[in-house]
């Protein structure tokens, strides 16, 4: 039972952490480790139904922060926005994807996180292009090929940082749970 509540303590630091992180102002285009988070609690969270909660509260904490800054005229990004529900959703979705990561092997951490990310920037583009998103010019994107080209393009730069955030914070989160489980579970004393 001391186990479990160190662990849910750990994961209340990282949804924490992770909220603050993500709504800090100058951070590289899409270097947020929400997609890591999710990959990760669905990787080792052994209740799955939990392993929704902690990339969801994460983006819940971050977006009320982003809007308490927001209306204190303190950034320009809101908090909550017309649409936002597309990305809880795409990072329940990513959550499925870390049950397939063995969370000891590092070659299915690399492809879990890349898989991770390369859905999140498929589908949150389309999504972004089909839902009537503005392109630099503060346009929406056409209704045609050429137009969803052109979103996948404008997203390259969030993709790029998605991609090093993904992979940076997944070895972060594997492999501190790598140490945890080695040395502070393997050391403690078993009950008789």
Known sequence: MKNNKALILVFVLLVISAALYRVWDGRPFGFAPQIAMALFAGSVIRDKRFSFLVPLLSMLVSDVLYQALYSQGLTPIKGFYEGQWVNYILFTSITVI??????????????????????????????????????????????????????????????????????????IFFGCFYLYERFVIKIQPQAA
């Open 98 to 171: 870390g049950f397939f990561i063995k969370r000891n092997k590092i070659g299915s951490i690399i492809v879990g996180s890349l898989a991770g990310a390369i859905f999140f920037y498929l589908t949150s583009n389309f999504f972004d292009w089909i839902g009537g998103g503005l392109d630099i010019n503060n346009q929406p994107y056409p209704k045609t090929f050429e137009g969803l080209i052109n979103c996948f393009v404008a997203g390259l730069p969030f993709f790029r940082g998605s991609v090093w955030a993904t992979l940076l914070f997944n070895g």
